[in-house]
């Protein structure tokens, strides 16, 4: 059985830096490195941010960056904007299935 | 850009079957890295995977909707449907239809299917 689990919410200031972590739980080593983040705010659809861990699409600001340690991958989020304030969510997938983690709701104060 | 717009009723009875197609544009399907997937969010949650197709006919699914779901795929028309069994309220949500694969970097706008009589 493999699973994200993601803190229920973060806050920061503007200006700030924030870290959303993801705990990878599975017995597929390689969803430990395929974990990728998405960015929703209210009312669109989500929005990729960071692939493979730590690779960022073309358009993804710089302040946006992805690393792991062991078997939690985290976002943080440097010079926190008030656009940024939205819903964020971790996936990965296994040979057979797409994971969510259950999303952290960033709150920019 | 991959484009993706999903399509089918917006309103289905309790036990009914709901459908829905999702039409992908400035792109094909039949590529062999491309896999269509459906994925759900229920209003103030989260987002839940329901199932994935390949052109190919390799099928998954969330074994926790696996009986309720059937999937096809249409290459010359570029377009892939859900259909979901039995439904109820729990099944209301925003559904969206995407191209996995590495990562989810195409998505659909969703469409929000209520579930009531």
């Known amino acids: 059985h493999s699973a994200l689990t993601q803190p229920p919410s973060v806050s920061g200031s503007p200006g700030q830096s924030v870290t959303i972590s993801c705990t990878v739980t599975s017995s597929d080593i390689d969803t430990y490195n395929r974990v990728s983040w998405y960015q929703q705010p209210p009312g669109t659809a989500p929005k990729l941010m960071i692939y493979e861990v730590t690779n960022r699409p073309s358009g993804v600001p710089d302040r946006f960056s992805g690393s792991r340690s062991d078997n939690t991958a985290s976002l943080t989020i440097s010079g926190l904007q008030a656009e940024d304030e939205a819903d964020y969510y971790c996936?990965?997938?296994?040979?057979?299935?797409?994971?969510f983690g259950g999303g952290t709701k960033l709150t920019v104060l | 850009q991959l484009q993706l717009l999903e399509s089918g009723p917006r309103l289905v009875k309790p036990s009914e079957t709901l459908s829905l197609i999702c039409t992908v544009s400035n792109g094909s399907i039949s590529d062999i890295s491309f896999f269509g997937g459906w994925i759900r969010q229920p209003p103030g949650k989260g987002l839940e995977w329901i199932a994935t197709?390949?052109?190919?006919?390799?099928?998954y699914h969330n074994p926790s909707l696996r009986s309720r779901i059937s999937l096809s795929i249409d290459t010359s028309r570029d377009q892939f449907s859900l259909k979901l069994d039995s439904v109820t309220a729990a099944d209301t949500a925003v559904y969206y239809c995407?191209?996995?694969?590495?990562?989810?970097?195409?998505w659909g706008q969703g469409s929000l299917v209520t579930v009531a009589s």
């Open positions: 197709i390949h052109p190919h006919g390799n099928t």
């Open positions: 996936s990965s997938y296994t040979s057979s299935a797409t994971l």
């Open positions: 995407a191209k996995l694969g590495r990562a989810i970097d195409s």
